[in-house]
Protein backbone atom coordinates (compact mmCIF):
# COMPACT_ATOMS: atom_id res chain seq x y z
CA UNK A 1 0.00 0.00 0.00
CA UNK A 2 2.98 2.55 1.29
CA UNK A 3 4.79 2.05 -2.62
CA UNK A 4 1.56 2.52 -4.20
CA UNK A 5 0.88 5.64 -2.00
CA UNK A 6 4.74 7.00 -2.74
CA UNK A 7 4.14 5.53 -6.59
CA UNK A 8 1.02 8.24 -7.00
CA UNK A 9 2.45 10.49 -5.10
CA UNK A 10 5.93 10.58 -7.50
CA UNK A 11 3.41 11.14 -10.57
CA UNK A 12 1.33 14.06 -9.16
CA UNK A 13 4.84 15.58 -8.29
CA UNK A 14 6.31 14.68 -11.89
CA UNK A 15 2.95 16.25 -13.51
CA UNK A 16 3.83 19.45 -10.97
CA UNK A 17 7.51 19.63 -12.38
CA UNK A 18 6.69 19.39 -15.95
CA UNK A 19 4.87 22.54 -16.58
CA UNK A 20 5.92 25.69 -17.94
CA UNK A 21 8.27 27.91 -16.38
CA UNK A 22 6.84 30.88 -14.23
CA UNK A 23 10.41 32.49 -15.62
CA UNK A 24 11.90 31.49 -18.73
CA UNK A 25 15.06 33.85 -17.48
CA UNK A 26 15.45 32.50 -14.09
CA UNK A 27 14.72 28.87 -15.15
CA UNK A 28 17.60 28.91 -17.88
CA UNK A 29 20.23 30.67 -15.62
CA UNK A 30 18.94 27.31 -12.29
CA UNK A 31 19.93 24.84 -15.64
CA UNK A 32 22.93 26.20 -16.19
CA UNK A 33 23.82 26.07 -12.18
CA UNK A 34 22.29 22.10 -12.30
CA UNK A 35 24.35 21.72 -15.06
CA UNK A 36 27.50 22.92 -13.28
CA UNK A 37 26.85 20.58 -10.24
CA UNK A 38 25.56 17.89 -11.68
CA UNK A 39 27.15 17.04 -14.82
CA UNK A 40 30.74 19.31 -14.83
CA UNK A 41 31.22 18.68 -11.63
CA UNK A 42 31.16 14.99 -11.72
CA UNK A 43 33.87 15.02 -14.45
CA UNK A 44 37.02 13.80 -11.98
CA UNK A 45 35.47 11.18 -10.65
CA UNK A 46 34.13 9.93 -14.02
CA UNK A 47 37.41 10.02 -15.35
CA UNK A 48 39.35 8.48 -12.73
CA UNK A 49 37.08 5.65 -12.52
CA UNK A 50 36.51 5.17 -15.78
CA UNK A 51 40.38 4.73 -16.29
CA UNK A 52 41.23 2.44 -14.10
CA UNK A 53 38.03 0.05 -14.14
CA UNK A 54 38.77 0.12 -18.12
CA UNK A 55 42.62 -1.22 -17.32
CA UNK A 56 40.75 -3.92 -14.90
CA UNK A 57 38.73 -5.08 -17.20
CA UNK A 58 41.49 -5.27 -20.04
CA UNK A 59 43.83 -7.34 -17.54
CA UNK A 60 40.92 -9.83 -17.02
CA UNK A 61 40.23 -10.18 -20.04
CA UNK A 62 43.56 -10.96 -21.37
CA UNK A 63 43.95 -13.13 -18.18
CA UNK A 64 40.93 -14.89 -19.24
CA UNK A 65 41.73 -15.34 -22.51
CA UNK A 66 45.07 -17.38 -22.79
CA UNK A 67 44.66 -19.58 -25.59
CA UNK A 68 46.73 -19.40 -28.52
CA UNK A 69 43.84 -20.16 -30.76
CA UNK A 70 42.09 -16.38 -29.69
CA UNK A 71 43.96 -13.76 -31.28
CA UNK A 72 45.15 -10.71 -28.63
CA UNK A 73 43.05 -8.17 -30.58
CA UNK A 74 40.18 -10.18 -29.19
CA UNK A 75 41.13 -7.87 -26.05
CA UNK A 76 40.83 -4.83 -27.61
CA UNK A 77 37.54 -6.21 -28.92
CA UNK A 78 35.94 -7.20 -25.59
CA UNK A 79 36.97 -4.38 -23.25
CA UNK A 80 34.72 -1.99 -26.11
CA UNK A 81 31.99 -3.79 -25.75
CA UNK A 82 32.29 -4.05 -21.86
CA UNK A 83 32.63 -0.53 -21.34
CA UNK A 84 30.32 0.15 -24.41
CA UNK A 85 27.41 -1.65 -23.25
CA UNK A 86 27.73 -2.00 -19.68
CA UNK A 87 30.54 -0.34 -17.57
CA UNK A 88 30.08 3.33 -18.95
CA UNK A 89 26.03 3.75 -19.15
CA UNK A 90 25.45 1.65 -15.91
CA UNK A 91 28.09 1.27 -13.25
CA UNK A 92 28.92 4.81 -13.85
CA UNK A 93 24.93 5.78 -13.80
CA UNK A 94 24.84 3.90 -10.29
CA UNK A 95 27.91 5.69 -9.38
CA UNK A 96 26.48 9.24 -10.25
CA UNK A 97 23.32 7.77 -8.30
CA UNK A 98 25.33 7.69 -5.18
CA UNK A 99 26.86 10.91 -6.06
CA UNK A 100 24.42 13.67 -7.74
CA UNK A 101 21.28 11.47 -6.33
CA UNK A 102 21.96 12.09 -3.02
CA UNK A 103 22.86 15.71 -3.83
CA UNK A 104 20.30 16.44 -5.27
CA UNK A 105 17.58 14.58 -2.22
CA UNK A 106 19.36 16.68 0.67
CA UNK A 107 19.90 19.68 -1.48
CA UNK A 108 16.02 19.65 -2.13
CA UNK A 109 15.11 18.38 1.11
CA UNK A 110 17.01 20.66 3.34
CA UNK A 111 15.29 23.40 1.48
CA UNK A 112 11.99 21.52 2.77
CA UNK A 113 12.55 21.33 6.14
CA UNK A 114 13.99 25.44 6.03
CA UNK A 115 10.90 26.45 4.19
CA UNK A 116 12.50 27.40 1.16
CA UNK A 117 9.86 25.62 -0.47
CA UNK A 118 7.39 27.16 0.93
CA UNK A 119 8.86 30.56 0.28
CA UNK A 120 8.86 29.59 -3.38
CA UNK A 121 4.87 28.61 -3.08
CA UNK A 122 3.89 31.70 -0.70
CA UNK A 123 5.47 33.98 -3.80
CA UNK A 124 3.23 31.70 -6.35
CA UNK A 125 6.21 29.83 -7.77
CA UNK A 126 5.77 26.49 -8.77
CA UNK A 127 8.32 24.78 -6.63
CA UNK A 128 8.54 21.12 -7.91
CA UNK A 129 8.79 23.03 -11.86
CA UNK A 130 11.50 25.31 -10.46
CA UNK A 131 13.96 23.39 -8.40
CA UNK A 132 13.37 19.63 -10.47
CA UNK A 133 12.85 20.52 -13.87
CA UNK A 134 16.27 22.24 -14.41
CA UNK A 135 18.38 19.50 -12.49
CA UNK A 136 16.11 16.49 -14.51
CA UNK A 137 16.94 18.38 -17.86
CA UNK A 138 21.15 19.29 -16.57
CA UNK A 139 20.94 15.39 -16.30
CA UNK A 140 19.66 13.95 -19.10
CA UNK A 141 21.88 16.77 -21.41
CA UNK A 142 24.34 16.04 -19.42
CA UNK A 143 25.06 12.23 -18.48
CA UNK A 144 25.50 11.36 -22.03
CA UNK A 145 28.42 13.60 -22.50
CA UNK A 146 29.87 11.93 -18.95
CA UNK A 147 29.01 8.73 -20.66
CA UNK A 148 30.97 9.65 -23.77
CA UNK A 149 34.05 10.80 -22.09
CA UNK A 150 33.68 7.56 -19.84
CA UNK A 151 34.00 5.30 -22.50
CA UNK A 152 36.60 7.09 -24.03
CA UNK A 153 38.83 7.07 -20.66
CA UNK A 154 38.09 3.30 -20.44
CA UNK A 155 39.33 2.62 -23.93
CA UNK A 156 42.83 4.26 -23.12
CA UNK A 157 42.85 2.75 -19.19
CA UNK A 158 42.45 -0.32 -20.94
CA UNK A 159 44.96 0.00 -23.71
CA UNK A 160 47.38 1.26 -21.22
CA UNK A 161 47.27 -1.43 -19.15
CA UNK A 162 47.66 -3.55 -22.38
CA UNK A 163 50.54 -2.05 -22.99
CA UNK A 164 52.14 -1.57 -19.43
CA UNK A 165 51.64 -5.02 -18.59
CA UNK A 166 52.78 -6.54 -21.51
CA UNK A 167 49.68 -9.06 -22.15
CA UNK A 168 48.71 -7.09 -25.41
CA UNK A 169 50.45 -4.45 -27.28
CA UNK A 170 48.77 -1.36 -28.64
CA UNK A 171 48.34 -2.40 -32.65
CA UNK A 172 46.39 -5.81 -31.32
CA UNK A 173 44.25 -3.26 -28.74
CA UNK A 174 43.53 -0.86 -31.23
CA UNK A 175 42.78 -3.63 -33.89
CA UNK A 176 40.41 -5.17 -31.54
CA UNK A 177 38.65 -2.15 -31.00
CA UNK A 178 38.23 -1.63 -35.02
CA UNK A 179 36.54 -4.92 -35.10
CA UNK A 180 33.29 -6.02 -35.75
CA UNK A 181 32.09 -2.62 -35.02
CA UNK A 182 28.23 -1.92 -34.50
CA UNK A 183 27.71 2.06 -33.94
CA UNK A 184 23.91 0.92 -32.07
CA UNK A 185 25.52 0.36 -29.60
CA UNK A 186 26.65 3.92 -28.88
CA UNK A 187 23.27 4.99 -29.37
CA UNK A 188 22.41 1.89 -26.77
CA UNK A 189 24.31 3.22 -24.19
CA UNK A 190 22.61 6.84 -24.47
CA UNK A 191 19.65 5.68 -24.87
CA UNK A 192 20.06 3.81 -21.30
CA UNK A 193 22.00 6.51 -19.82
CA UNK A 194 19.47 9.24 -20.46
CA UNK A 195 16.61 7.01 -19.21
CA UNK A 196 19.17 6.34 -15.80
CA UNK A 197 19.98 10.25 -15.40
CA UNK A 198 15.79 10.76 -15.71
CA UNK A 199 15.54 8.32 -12.69
CA UNK A 200 18.15 9.61 -11.08
CA UNK A 201 17.07 13.18 -10.56
CA UNK A 202 13.06 12.52 -10.79
CA UNK A 203 13.64 10.02 -7.81
CA UNK A 204 15.75 12.22 -5.89
CA UNK A 205 14.04 15.16 -6.70
CA UNK A 206 10.89 13.17 -5.18
CA UNK A 207 12.78 11.98 -1.80
CA UNK A 208 13.76 15.62 -1.31
CA UNK A 209 10.30 17.49 -1.84
CA UNK A 210 8.68 14.98 0.42
CA UNK A 211 11.05 15.24 3.63
CA UNK A 212 8.54 15.82 6.45
CA UNK A 213 10.56 16.35 9.70
CA UNK A 214 14.31 17.35 10.13
CA UNK A 215 17.95 16.81 9.63
CA UNK A 216 17.33 12.80 9.99
CA UNK A 217 15.01 12.76 7.64
CA UNK A 218 16.54 14.48 5.08
CA UNK A 219 19.42 11.84 5.96
CA UNK A 220 17.38 8.93 5.98
CA UNK A 221 15.71 10.63 2.49
CA UNK A 222 18.15 10.93 0.60
CA UNK A 223 19.69 7.37 1.70
CA UNK A 224 16.43 6.30 0.13
CA UNK A 225 17.03 8.18 -3.06
CA UNK A 226 20.45 6.58 -4.05
CA UNK A 227 18.59 3.16 -2.70
CA UNK A 228 15.90 3.09 -5.07
CA UNK A 229 17.42 4.70 -8.05
CA UNK A 230 20.02 2.27 -7.81
CA UNK A 231 17.22 -0.23 -8.09
CA UNK A 232 15.37 1.20 -11.01
CA UNK A 233 18.70 1.85 -13.01
CA UNK A 234 19.38 -1.76 -12.69
CA UNK A 235 15.43 -2.87 -13.51
CA UNK A 236 15.10 -0.70 -16.29
CA UNK A 237 18.68 -1.78 -17.62
CA UNK A 238 17.49 -5.40 -17.82
CA UNK A 239 14.12 -3.84 -19.34
CA UNK A 240 15.96 -1.58 -21.74
CA UNK A 241 18.42 -4.26 -23.33
CA UNK A 242 15.75 -6.89 -23.97
CA UNK A 243 13.68 -4.17 -25.86
CA UNK A 244 16.63 -2.65 -27.66
CA UNK A 245 18.97 -5.59 -28.00
CA UNK A 246 17.72 -8.51 -27.71
CA UNK B 1 -8.07 43.64 4.64
CA UNK B 2 -8.25 39.93 5.00
CA UNK B 3 -11.14 38.46 6.36
CA UNK B 4 -11.48 34.99 7.80
CA UNK B 5 -14.74 33.74 7.78
CA UNK B 6 -15.26 30.18 9.90
CA UNK B 7 -12.68 28.64 8.86
CA UNK B 8 -12.11 24.70 11.04
CA UNK B 9 -9.20 22.34 9.64
CA UNK B 10 -8.58 19.25 10.45
CA UNK B 11 -5.35 16.85 10.29
CA UNK B 12 -5.67 13.27 10.57
CA UNK B 13 -9.15 13.28 11.83
CA UNK B 14 -8.39 16.17 15.24
CA UNK B 15 -9.75 19.77 14.46
CA UNK B 16 -7.01 21.72 15.22
CA UNK B 17 -9.26 24.95 14.24
CA UNK B 18 -12.69 25.43 15.41
CA UNK B 19 -14.54 28.02 13.88
CA UNK B 20 -12.64 30.96 13.54
CA UNK B 21 -13.71 34.18 12.28
CA UNK B 22 -11.92 37.48 12.65
CA UNK B 23 -10.50 40.11 10.61
CA UNK B 24 -6.43 42.00 9.81
CA UNK B 25 -7.34 45.40 9.56
CA UNK B 26 -4.97 47.10 7.24
CA UNK B 27 -2.35 49.76 7.40
CA UNK B 28 -2.71 48.26 11.29
CA UNK B 29 -0.11 45.30 12.62
CA UNK B 30 -2.89 42.67 13.80
CA UNK B 31 -1.31 39.73 16.02
CA UNK B 32 -2.14 36.53 16.66
CA UNK B 33 -0.91 34.82 19.97
CA UNK B 34 -1.73 31.67 21.99
CA UNK B 35 0.10 28.98 23.41
CA UNK B 36 2.26 26.14 21.33
CA UNK B 37 -0.10 23.88 19.67
CA UNK B 38 -3.12 26.42 19.89
CA UNK B 39 -3.36 26.42 16.02
CA UNK B 40 -2.46 29.73 15.15
CA UNK B 41 0.79 28.63 12.60
CA UNK B 42 -2.10 26.62 11.24
CA UNK B 43 -3.97 29.97 10.86
CA UNK B 44 -1.14 31.74 9.14
CA UNK B 45 -0.73 28.77 6.77
CA UNK B 46 -4.28 28.43 6.26
CA UNK B 47 -3.99 32.24 5.45
CA UNK B 48 -1.30 32.12 2.81
CA UNK B 49 -2.39 29.31 1.34
CA UNK B 50 -0.01 26.80 2.57
CA UNK B 51 -3.07 24.44 3.84
CA UNK B 52 -6.23 24.35 2.54
CA UNK B 53 -9.34 25.02 5.09
CA UNK B 54 -11.91 22.36 4.97
CA UNK B 55 -14.53 24.49 6.05
CA UNK B 56 -15.17 28.62 5.42
CA UNK B 57 -13.34 31.20 3.22
CA UNK B 58 -10.45 33.55 3.27
CA UNK B 59 -11.27 37.07 1.90
CA UNK B 60 -7.97 39.36 0.65
CA UNK B 61 -10.31 42.72 0.16
CA UNK B 62 -12.62 40.80 -0.52
CA UNK B 63 -11.60 38.38 -3.14
CA UNK B 64 -11.70 34.55 -2.34
CA UNK B 65 -8.33 32.65 -1.68
CA UNK B 66 -8.91 29.84 0.54
CA UNK B 67 -9.14 26.49 -1.60
CA UNK B 68 -8.66 28.37 -4.82
CA UNK B 69 -6.22 26.01 -7.55
CA UNK B 70 -2.84 27.98 -7.58
CA UNK B 71 -3.14 29.53 -10.84
CA UNK B 72 -5.79 31.77 -9.37
CA UNK B 73 -3.95 32.95 -6.36
CA UNK B 74 -0.84 34.13 -8.60
CA UNK B 75 -2.26 37.35 -8.05
CA UNK B 76 -3.25 37.40 -4.74
CA UNK B 77 0.25 36.01 -3.83
CA UNK B 78 2.42 38.21 -5.31
CA UNK B 79 0.51 40.97 -3.15
CA UNK B 80 1.80 38.74 -0.36
CA UNK B 81 5.15 39.26 1.68
CA UNK B 82 5.80 36.54 4.03
CA UNK B 83 8.42 36.19 6.61
CA UNK B 84 9.28 33.03 7.65
CA UNK B 85 10.30 31.59 11.34
CA UNK B 86 13.87 30.84 10.14
CA UNK B 87 14.07 33.48 7.84
CA UNK B 88 14.01 30.78 5.00
CA UNK B 89 16.56 32.66 2.97
CA UNK B 90 18.06 30.68 -0.06
CA UNK B 91 21.28 29.31 1.18
CA UNK B 92 23.27 29.55 -2.18
CA UNK B 93 22.35 33.33 -2.81
CA UNK B 94 23.81 36.52 -1.72
CA UNK B 95 21.66 38.41 -0.03
CA UNK B 96 21.16 40.55 -3.07
CA UNK B 97 20.03 37.37 -4.77
CA UNK B 98 17.57 36.81 -2.28
CA UNK B 99 16.59 40.30 -2.40
CA UNK B 100 16.15 40.36 -5.53
CA UNK B 101 14.74 36.84 -6.31
CA UNK B 102 10.98 38.42 -6.37
CA UNK B 103 11.87 41.09 -8.59
CA UNK B 104 13.37 38.48 -11.28
CA UNK B 105 10.32 36.55 -11.33
CA UNK B 106 7.72 38.96 -11.27
CA UNK B 107 8.88 42.23 -12.67
CA UNK B 108 10.48 43.66 -16.02
CA UNK B 109 12.90 46.02 -14.24
CA UNK B 110 16.42 46.90 -15.55
CA UNK B 111 19.14 44.77 -13.69
CA UNK B 112 20.37 49.08 -12.68
CA UNK B 113 16.33 49.06 -10.93
CA UNK B 114 16.28 45.99 -9.65
CA UNK B 115 19.43 46.88 -8.07
CA UNK B 116 18.28 50.41 -6.70
CA UNK B 117 15.46 48.42 -5.36
CA UNK B 118 17.58 46.30 -3.39
CA UNK B 119 19.48 48.81 -1.94
CA UNK B 120 16.40 50.87 -1.22
CA UNK B 121 14.80 47.42 0.84
CA UNK B 122 18.11 46.49 2.88
CA UNK B 123 18.51 50.06 3.88
CA UNK B 124 15.28 49.76 5.22
CA UNK B 125 15.94 47.21 7.30
CA UNK B 126 19.30 48.33 8.79
CA UNK B 127 21.65 46.43 6.37
CA UNK B 128 23.25 48.46 3.75
CA UNK B 129 26.05 47.26 2.25
CA UNK B 130 25.20 43.84 3.07
CA UNK B 131 24.50 42.71 -0.36
CA UNK B 132 27.17 40.22 -1.45
CA UNK B 133 27.42 38.22 1.91
CA UNK B 134 26.05 34.48 2.06
CA UNK B 135 23.58 33.51 4.81
CA UNK B 136 25.69 31.55 6.10
CA UNK B 137 27.54 35.09 7.66
CA UNK B 138 24.63 36.34 8.93
CA UNK B 139 23.54 36.48 12.66
CA UNK B 140 19.89 35.32 13.65
CA UNK B 141 18.63 39.07 13.66
CA UNK B 142 20.19 40.09 10.30
CA UNK B 143 18.99 36.94 8.58
CA UNK B 144 15.46 38.06 9.92
CA UNK B 145 15.97 41.28 8.35
CA UNK B 146 16.99 40.40 5.21
CA UNK B 147 14.11 38.05 4.93
CA UNK B 148 11.81 41.11 5.79
CA UNK B 149 13.60 42.95 2.94
CA UNK B 150 12.78 40.04 0.39
CA UNK B 151 9.45 40.32 1.65
CA UNK B 152 8.49 43.74 1.16
CA UNK B 153 10.47 44.42 -2.15
CA UNK B 154 7.52 44.03 -4.12
CA UNK B 155 5.73 46.35 -2.05
CA UNK B 156 3.50 43.96 -0.66
CA UNK B 157 -0.02 44.91 0.37
CA UNK B 158 -0.32 42.07 3.19
CA UNK B 159 2.68 40.88 5.37
CA UNK B 160 3.12 37.77 7.31
CA UNK B 161 5.29 36.81 9.76
CA UNK B 162 5.66 33.84 11.64
CA UNK B 163 7.41 34.00 15.46
CA UNK B 164 9.76 36.98 13.71
CA UNK B 165 11.47 37.30 17.44
CA UNK B 166 11.66 33.65 17.83
CA UNK B 167 15.77 32.86 18.74
CA UNK B 168 16.72 36.36 19.00
CA UNK B 169 17.99 38.33 22.04
CA UNK B 170 15.09 40.84 23.49
CA UNK B 171 16.87 43.81 21.92
CA UNK B 172 16.91 42.73 18.42
CA UNK B 173 13.48 41.52 19.22
CA UNK B 174 12.52 44.76 19.82
CA UNK B 175 14.35 45.99 16.52
CA UNK B 176 12.31 43.67 14.82
CA UNK B 177 9.20 44.55 15.95
CA UNK B 178 9.52 48.14 15.35
CA UNK B 179 10.76 47.57 11.89
CA UNK B 180 7.77 46.03 10.64
CA UNK B 181 5.15 48.57 12.52
CA UNK B 182 6.93 51.21 11.03
CA UNK B 183 7.24 49.18 7.39
CA UNK B 184 3.04 48.71 8.24
CA UNK B 185 2.95 52.39 8.44
CA UNK B 186 4.70 53.51 5.96
CA UNK B 187 3.37 51.17 3.30
CA UNK B 188 0.20 50.62 4.72
CA UNK B 189 0.08 46.51 4.90
CA UNK B 190 -2.31 44.73 6.29
CA UNK B 191 0.31 43.22 8.74
CA UNK B 192 -0.50 39.74 10.40
CA UNK B 193 1.94 38.41 13.23
CA UNK B 194 2.19 34.98 15.01
CA UNK B 195 3.92 35.76 18.30
CA UNK B 196 4.15 34.59 21.66
CA UNK B 197 6.50 37.28 22.59
CA UNK B 198 4.67 38.92 25.10
CA UNK B 199 6.81 42.19 24.54
CA UNK B 200 5.77 42.47 20.91
CA UNK B 201 2.42 42.14 22.27
CA UNK B 202 2.45 45.08 24.41
CA UNK B 203 4.64 47.09 22.01
CA UNK B 204 3.12 46.78 18.37
CA UNK B 205 -0.06 44.90 18.84
CA UNK B 206 -2.44 47.05 17.49
CA UNK B 207 -5.22 44.26 17.01
CA UNK B 208 -4.46 41.01 19.42
CA UNK B 209 -6.63 37.84 18.09
CA UNK B 210 -5.59 35.10 20.89
CA UNK B 211 -6.39 31.15 20.10
CA UNK B 212 -7.39 28.86 22.19
CA UNK B 213 -7.64 25.48 21.70
CA UNK B 214 -8.29 26.15 17.93
CA UNK B 215 -10.75 28.44 18.88
CA UNK B 216 -10.82 32.60 18.70
CA UNK B 217 -10.86 33.30 22.13
CA UNK B 218 -10.82 36.95 22.47
CA UNK B 219 -10.31 39.99 20.03
CA UNK B 220 -8.70 43.54 21.53
CA UNK B 221 -5.88 46.05 21.47
CA UNK B 222 -2.70 46.05 23.57
CA UNK B 223 -4.27 48.32 25.85
CA UNK B 224 -7.35 46.42 26.62
CA UNK B 225 -5.29 43.15 26.88
CA UNK B 226 -4.03 44.30 30.07
CA UNK B 227 -7.20 44.79 32.31
CA UNK B 228 -9.13 41.80 30.34
CA UNK B 229 -10.83 39.18 32.71
CA UNK B 230 -10.95 36.77 30.08
CA UNK B 231 -9.38 33.90 32.70
CA UNK B 232 -7.90 32.07 30.00
CA UNK B 233 -6.24 34.63 28.52
CA UNK B 234 -4.95 36.26 31.59
CA UNK B 235 -3.29 32.73 32.25
CA UNK B 236 -1.72 33.30 29.02
CA UNK B 237 -0.29 36.78 29.12
CA UNK B 238 0.76 37.18 32.73
CA UNK B 239 2.09 33.50 32.83
CA UNK B 240 5.63 35.08 33.26
CA UNK B 241 6.71 36.97 35.93
CA UNK B 242 7.72 39.98 34.11
CA UNK B 243 4.18 40.62 32.84
CA UNK B 244 2.87 39.42 36.54
CA UNK B 245 5.24 42.24 37.77
CA UNK B 246 4.21 44.18 35.21
CA UNK B 247 0.07 43.68 36.43
CA UNK B 248 1.07 44.77 39.75
CA UNK B 249 2.67 48.27 38.48
CA UNK B 250 -0.72 48.76 36.37
CA UNK B 251 -3.64 48.22 39.19
CA UNK B 252 -0.90 49.91 41.58
CA UNK B 253 -0.08 46.63 43.92
Known sequence: ?246 | MIEVNNISKSFNGQKVLKNVTTVFEQGKTNLIIGQSGSGKTVLMKCCIGLHDVDEGEIRFNNRLFSNLPEKKRKHIRQEMGVLFQGGALFDSYTVEENVMFPLNMFTNMTLGEKKKRVDYVLEHVNLPGSNKKYPGELSGGMIKRVAIARAIVLIPKYLFADEPNSGLDPKTAEVIDKLLSDLTKEFKMTTVINTHDMNSVLQIGQKINYIYKGQLWWRGTNKEILTTDNKELNEFVFSTELTRRLKGNHYGT
Open chain 1, 1 to 246: MGIVKESGDYVLLMLDTFRRPDNWKMFKRQLFIDMRDVGIDSFGLVAFISVFTGAIIALQVSYNLDNPLIPPSMVGYMTREMVVLEFAPTIISLILAGKVGSRVSSEIGTMRVTEQIDALKVMGINPANYLILPKILASVIYFPVLIIFSIMLGLIGGLLAGIFSGLVSADDFILGLRSWYNPFTITYALIKTAVFAFIITSISGFKGFTVKGGSVEVGHNSTKAVVYSSILIIVWDLLLTQMLLV
